[in-house]
């Protein structure tokens, strides 16, 4: 066939493409294509309401500007290949097919493990549109969270359809779907992380009294099912911040992680052995150390996760500064310096003996004090010069612990973090200073043709997530801060997000110059009536009379000068203009 006929060919195939988009969203469409240049550039298509662009000349700033007309076009044009391909491990490095040496840069989305069931910000902009944003930022890869409960949910909740009307009446496992597709219509990877059995809450096994190992296994064989011929999907992150008593390769299956991950990891393997394996660490070390939630690795050179399916294994690590909890390094006298021994001794030394490759699935900070800016200076320049993988933490605004990389809007870069970031989303760049960033605005309410959505937020251990539209959208006051009474520190109550059925309410604990072993806060809700979720506290409710939390787990004490900040949300009609919240410190 000859060129000329070939172009032509295209075009009507294209030219067809637009008009049942335009049709379908009862919208006018006129075509163009820049002649013979399709081939060497791009072809472009201008809808109504907007352009977007496809093709091997687009520009992050270009899909920035995509619609929601143009996200289903992106979605039945001829699609990019995926970033990578299936990719497979090689000592601490991944390769692709070719074997061409690939370096995972990605970022967590969340929002489908929670009772949302969608990533969370779809009420502010479409699909296309985030993704896009995502891969303008340089990062090549998504992590998904997921629940096991959203899997087998028949809808989602918290979508502008006017926004994203290609979404409308999908089930969550449909509009994983439309994640993958949108992504690999971008030139983009994806990561499924199975973050929480159900919607509430995250569990410390891979298995809970609701959700059994066998139902784990299951829904993982499924996935890799339904992904099987699609490489855009590169690997499965079995099982999110394993701690508390699993341990690794103690020889008790009830508890044992490192034997649970092969299991699972087996069993995806039987389906598609071109996955890559993704296995976080635990809290609690072989030696008897701690450290982070899913954070510990160190029992892998004695007890590696051995797979039918060789060179697929790939350990998977979280780590966090001080602010979002305490860690013993955080107050040596020769801190930050201190920081890659740790990281070396905890699971750098995976990478470092070529074991296997590194991916940092967690890490962030919302940059606000001198030791997180410090711990991110180091943990850049130590995953720079290691050139191991990563996964930032989050993409989302609504995390309370960390923040994300864009404000309240969905749309603003946090220019701060970006910079800070640079040395691996742009290898190569020097390394900025980490700076303080501004305070995020908030953002006015903004009318749509239809009814906003409302969020059904939940709360997410060690991360803080809280789903909403628009801050206080009830108009409820945010309270101020309470100051406990004086001696051992100072607590602070105040409300994050409030909604005509529910609020969020972050708290604050700060010891001063001596410990504090325990706290409680009380305060008053005259319409409250049951706790929805918590995180770092254990809460009871007196229904429309009161409200008491005490400090659990990791946020139940902490040593002088530090501090824990935990979430709650509630059922209730609303935040109470006056809850005179006081606090006992012990």
């Given at each position: 066939m000859s060129f000329d006929q070939t172009l032509k060919n295209a075009r009507v195939g294209l030219r067809r493409a637009?008009?049942?988009?335009?049709?379908?969203?009862?919208?006018?469409?006129?075509?163009?294509?820049?002649?013979?240049?399709?081939?060497?550039?791009?072809?472009v298509a201008t809808i109504v309401g907007g352009v977007g662009v496809v093709g091997p000349a687009i520009s992050p700033g270009s899909w920035m500007q995509l619609t929601v007309a143009q996200a289903k076009f992106a979605e039945m044009s001829p699609a990019s290949p995926s970033a990578s391909g299936w990719l497979h491990t090689d000592g601490s490095v991944f390769r692709t097919s070719s074997n061409q040496l690939y370096l995972i840069k990605s970022v967590s989305w969340f929002g489908t493990e929670t009772t949302n069931c969608s990533p969370h910000g779809l009420w502010k902009i479409s699909l296309a549109r985030g993704v896009a944003q995502i891969k303008s930022m340089g990062f090549n890869t998504i992590r998904l969270?997921?629940?096991?409960?959203?899997?087998?949910?028949?809808?989602?909740?918290?979508?502008?359809?006017?926004?994203?009307?290609?979404?409308?009446?999908?089930?969550?496992?449909?509009?994983?779907?439309?994640?993958?597709?949108?992504?690999?219509?971008?030139?983009?990877?994806?990561i499924?992380?199975?973050?929480?059995?159900?919607?509430?809450?995250?569990?410390?096994?891979?298995?809970?009294?609701?959700?059994?190992?066998?139902?784990?296994?299951?829904?993982?064989?499924?996935?890799?099912?339904?992904?099987?011929?699609?490489?855009?999907?590169?690997?499965?992150?079995?099982?999110?911040?394993?701690?508390?008593?699993?341990?690794?390769?103690?020889?008790?299956?009830?508890?044992?992680?490192?034997?649970?991950?092969?299991?699972?990891?087996?069993?995806?393997?039987g389906v598609n052995p071109k996955l890559l394996i993704v296995v976080e660490g635990v809290?609690?070390?072989?030696?008897?150390?701690?450290?982070?939630?899913?954070?510990?690795?160190?029992?892998?050179?004695?007890?590696?996760?051995?797979?039918?399916?060789?060179?697929?294994?790939?350990y998977s690590p979280h780590d966090y500064p001080s602010s979002v909890a305490y860690q013993q390094w955080f107050t040596a006298a020769n801190y930050p310096d201190n920081l890659p021994a740790v990281w070396d001794k905890n699971w750098g030394y995976i990478a470092r003996l070529g074991l296997a490759p590194v991916l940092l699935g967690e890490f962030g900070t919302k940059l606000e004090t001198s030791s997180d800016s410090q711990w991110m200076?180091?943990?850049?320049?130590?995953?720079?010069?290691?050139?191991?993988?990563?996964?930032?933490?989050?993409?989302?605004?609504?995390?309370?612990?960390?923040?994300?990389?864009?404000?309240?809007?969905?749309?603003?870069?946090?220019?701060?973090?970006?910079?800070?970031?640079?040395?691996?989303?742009?290898?190569?760049?020097?390394?900025?200073?980490?700076?303080t960033p501004s305070p995020t605005p908030t953002p006015s309410p903004k009318a749509t043709s239809s009814p906003t959505p409302s969020p059904s937020p939940s709360l997410s251990p060690t991360k803080g997530s809280s789903p909403t539209a628009s801050p206080n959208p009830s108009g409820a006051p945010t309270p101020s801060p309470t100051p406990s009474p004086a001696g051992s520190g100072v607590g602070?109550?105040?409300?994050?997000?409030?909604?005509?059925?529910?609020?969020?309410?972050?708290?604050?604990?700060?010891?001063?110059?001596?410990?504090i072993a325990s706290w409680t806060v009380t305060w008053s809700d005259p319409t409250v009536l049951s706790v929805a979720n918590q995180w770092g506290a254990n809460c009871s409710v007196r229904p429309q009379v009161s409200v008491t939390c005490s400090g659990a787990g990791w946020a139940a004490s902490m040593p002088p000068q530090q501090s824990v900040r935990v979430g709650i949300q509630l059922n209730s009609t609303g935040a109470p203009a006056s809850p005179g919240a006081v606090f006992t410190l012990r």
């Amino acid at each position: 066939m000859s060129f000329d006929q070939t172009l032509k060919n295209a075009r009507v195939g294209l030219r067809r493409a637009l008009n049942k988009v335009g049709k379908q969203n009862g919208l006018r469409v006129w075509f163009s294509l820049p002649g013979k240049t399709l081939i060497k550039t791009a072809l472009v298509a201008t809808i109504v309401g907007g352009v977007g662009v496809v093709g091997p000349a687009i520009s992050p700033g270009s899909w920035m500007q995509l619609t929601v007309a143009q996200a289903k076009f992106a979605e039945m044009s001829p699609a990019s290949p995926s970033a990578s391909g299936w990719l497979h491990t090689d000592g601490s490095v991944f390769r692709t097919s070719s074997n061409q040496l690939y370096l995972i840069k990605s970022v967590s989305w969340f929002g489908t493990e929670t009772t949302n069931c969608s990533p969370h910000g779809l009420w502010k902009i479409s699909l296309a549109r985030g993704v896009a944003q995502i891969k303008s930022m340089g990062f090549n890869t998504i992590r998904l969270p997921f629940s096991n409960e959203c899997l087998a949910a028949t809808a989602t909740n918290s979508i502008d359809f006017t926004i994203n009307p290609a979404l409308r009446g999908k089930t969550p496992l449909q509009l994983i779907d439309a994640v993958v597709a949108v992504a690999k219509a971008q030139g983009m990877n994806v990561i499924l992380d199975r973050h929480r059995p159900d919607s509430a809450s995250q569990s410390s096994l891979w298995y809970t009294a609701n959700y059994s190992e066998a139902r784990w296994i299951q829904d993982w064989k499924a996935l890799a099912t339904r992904y099987k011929t699609n490489p855009t999907v590169i690997g499965m992150d079995l099982h999110n911040e394993p701690r508390g008593q699993a341990c690794w390769g103690c020889g008790d299956p009830s508890v044992d992680w490192q034997a649970a991950a092969t299991r699972g990891g087996n069993a995806v393997l039987g389906v598609n052995p071109k996955l890559l394996i993704v296995v976080e660490g635990v809290e609690n070390q072989p030696d008897g150390s701690s450290t982070w939630w899913g954070g510990g690795l160190s029992g892998v050179q004695a007890n590696p996760v051995r797979l039918d399916v060789a060179n697929q294994v790939v350990y998977s690590p979280h780590d966090y500064p001080s602010s979002v909890a305490y860690q013993q390094w955080f107050t040596a006298a020769n801190y930050p310096d201190n920081l890659p021994a740790v990281w070396d001794k905890n699971w750098g030394y995976i990478a470092r003996l070529g074991l296997a490759p590194v991916l940092l699935g967690e890490f962030g900070t919302k940059l606000e004090t001198s030791s997180d800016s410090q711990w991110m200076t180091s943990i850049v320049a130590y995953l720079a010069r290691t050139k191991m993988s990563f996964s930032y933490w989050s993409f989302n605004p609504n995390t309370i612990d960390t923040g994300g990389l864009v404000l309240d809007d969905w749309v603003t870069p946090q220019t701060a973090k970006l910079a800070a970031l640079k040395p691996i989303l742009n290898p190569g760049a020097s390394p900025s200073p980490s700076a303080t960033p501004s305070p995020t605005p908030t953002p006015s309410p903004k009318a749509t043709s239809s009814p906003t959505p409302s969020p059904s937020p939940s709360l997410s251990p060690t991360k803080g997530s809280s789903p909403t539209a628009s801050p206080n959208p009830s108009g409820a006051p945010t309270p101020s801060p309470t100051p406990s009474p004086a001696g051992s520190g100072v607590g602070a109550w105040s409300v994050q997000t409030s909604w005509p059925s529910g609020y969020n309410v972050v708290i604050d604990v700060t010891a001063s110059g001596s410990p504090i072993a325990s706290w409680t806060v009380t305060w008053s809700d005259p319409t409250v009536l049951s706790v929805a979720n918590q995180w770092g506290a254990n809460c009871s409710v007196r229904p429309q009379v009161s409200v008491t939390c005490s400090g659990a787990g990791w946020a139940a004490s902490m040593p002088p000068q530090q501090s824990v900040r935990v979430g709650i949300q509630l059922n209730s009609t609303g935040a109470p203009a006056s809850p005179g919240a006081v606090f006992t410190l012990r």
